[in-house]
């Protein structure tokens, strides 16, 4: 059994209603060209020096373009000892392809 769970942009959308960790493990340029709203910038490179900043307790989602960093980001922190960890499907890509809003990071 794998130690996180691939779930659809309408899941993730369904997800947002509740408490939410959404991570975004892009790299800063293809930041730049939009993000789910409410979700938090931490690079895959980073997650190493940066997990302790997310919360065991409240369910996270990672994602990046097409769903293979965000994968990894999910296999690293379950090794963390976390539980609650999502990876967005297909990624960045599958959000827009389902028509989903991004917004602009400032």
Same mark, same amino acid.
């Given at each position: ?15 947002? &209603? ?17 993000? #789910?709203?409410?979700?938090?910038? #931490? ?29 990894? &980001? ?17 990624? #960045? ?9 991004? #917004?602009?990071?400032?």
């Amino acid at each position: 059994m794998s130690a996180y769970k691939e779930i659809s942009p309408a899941e993730l959308q369904a997800l947002q &209603a509740g408490p939410l960790q959404l991570v975004d493990v892009r790299n800063d340029d293809e930041v730049a060209r939009g993000v #789910i709203s409410d979700s938090v910038h #931490i690079q895959l490179n980073s997650l190493p020096m940066r997990w302790n900043e997310l919360k065991d307790e409240i369910p996270i989602v990672f994602y990046c373009h097409s769903g293979v960093r965000s994968a990894h &980001a999910c296999a690293y922190m379950a090794e963390q000892g976390f539980d609650q960890l999502y990876n967005l499907q297909g990624g #960045i890509l599958a959000w827009g392809k389902a028509g989903l809003p991004l #917004i602009s990071k400032n």
